[in-house]
């Protein structure tokens, strides 16, 4: 970013820059972790969900030898993993929406929206569309299953040429968290009903404190 310049050869100012890597930390760090803390959430309050996680990981792990990484190959194999990270996207999406510019007139729903009208797209209510996902209020990783929701009804990362461009890393850091701790650890939060705050994505408002139990080996 020091270096880059525009196509007339200006550089970006310090402020530019700073503003970049706060938009990187916040959309790269914050919004994984925040997804990750909800997985822990929801795979305590579903044994029998955190059993099947369990087992998938477990044949992983089993495949390994002692010391050997997780490559590639493993990730796709974390099938029911990946639709519970999912299933905990669409419940508590990090991210709860958007802006965009209209670049034509355009009616939507009776509404006449003007070109240059900001619109604010929801990927919270989008998620709660009974259309898409019957009684939406219920965690269900089998939504997934198949070929999973119809476009654009499931937009954690959202949609179209803006659609977040860290989504594969997310995946991935996401997946091998859920395997190095389910592999070793089960566990219970310690809060019931914890309370929910912004800040600014949705986080458990007192980091959600968990006891862990150790597998026996
Ligand atoms: C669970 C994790 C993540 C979620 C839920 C998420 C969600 C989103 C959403 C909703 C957007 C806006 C997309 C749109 O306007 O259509 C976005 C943009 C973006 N995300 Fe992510 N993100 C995640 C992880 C990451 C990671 C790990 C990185 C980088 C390492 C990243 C980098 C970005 C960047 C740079 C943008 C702006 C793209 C642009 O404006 O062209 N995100 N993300």
Redesign the pocket.
């Known amino acids: 970013m020091l270096t880059a310049t525009d196509d007339g050869g200006k550089r970006m100012s310090e402020r530019d820059i700073a503003d970049k890597i706060l ?2 930390l916040v ?3 914050d ?2 972790a925040a ?1 990750c803390t909800f997985i822990v959430k929801f795979l305590s309050e579903f044994p029998d969900v955190y059993d099947r996680v369990y087992e998938e990981q477990m044949e992983i792990a089993r495949s390994k030898s002692a010391g050997e990484v997780l490559n590639w190959e493993d990730i796709k194999k974390m099938k029911y993993s990946w639709n519970v990270a999912c299933e905990v ?1 669409r419940l508590t ?3 709860q929406g ?1 802006f965009r510019e209209a670049t034509t007139d355009f009616i939507f729903n009776g509404f006449s929206i003007p070109k240059g009208w900001k619109l604010y797209w929801s ?1 919270a209510s989008t998620h709660q569309n009974e259309k898409h996902f019957p009684k939406p209020e219920k965690f269900d990783p089998s939504r997934f299953e198949g070929s999973g929701p119809d476009p654009y009804t499931f ?6 040429p ?6 594969e ?2 995946r991935l ?2 997946l091998v968290f859920v395997h190095n701790l389910v592999k070793r650890f089960k566990f219970e939060t310690l809060i019931p009903d914890e309370k929910m705050i912004a800040n600014p994505v949705a986080v458990p408002a007192n980091g959600l404190p968990v006891r862990l139990f150790p597998h026996k080996a």
Do not use: N, R, W
């Open positions: 938009g990187l959309g790269g760090h919004t994984a997804t996207l999406p990090p991210v958007s990927v937009v954690p990362f959202g949609g179209g803006k659609m977040c461009p860290g989504q890393y997310a850091e996401i």
